[in-house]
């Protein structure tokens, strides 16, 4: 699950004053990772802080059907995280969206290339 966040005072989450940062949490399984608000590539607007939420999700063997949408549990844990680690520093969730990818099956990352391709 990752979630843009609209802090109250945004030079606090600029880049140059939060970093990027990781964490484990006891009450979660996985890690919680999050960006500071970095201007966009595209046209340079800033879509807010970026909190994530590294964990095993559901299962998808369709790669075609929609992005799924965040499970309930997932994200009261993102909002858990917000609310002790960055207390009183948010106004809103800006966006929520489910981020898929494919682990390996130790968890490991796996850096290499694609066979028979140039990339």
Not at 32 to 53: C, E, N, Q, T, W
Request: hydrophobic residues 35%; aromatic residues 10%.
């Amino acid at each position: 699950t990752l979630v843009w966040a609209k802090a109250k005072n945004p030079a606090q989450v600029a880049v140059g004053t939060l970093p990027c940062w990781t964490l484990a949490d006891e009450q979660y399984p996985g890690i919680f990772y999050g960006f500071p608000a970095i201007p966009s590539m595209v046209d340079g607007s800033i879509r807010g802080f970026k909190l994530a939420h590294h964990a095993p999700g559901i299962t998808v063997t369709d790669v075609d059907r929609e992005d799924p949408v965040p499970q309930p549990d997932s994200l009261a844990s993102v909002r858990d995280i917000l609310d002790r680690y960055f207390p009183n520093q948010f106004e809103d969730e800006l966006e929520v969206e489910t981020c898929r990818y494919t682990n390996s099956p130790d968890g490991d990352f796996i850096i290499d290339s694609l066979p028979d391709t140039n990339q």
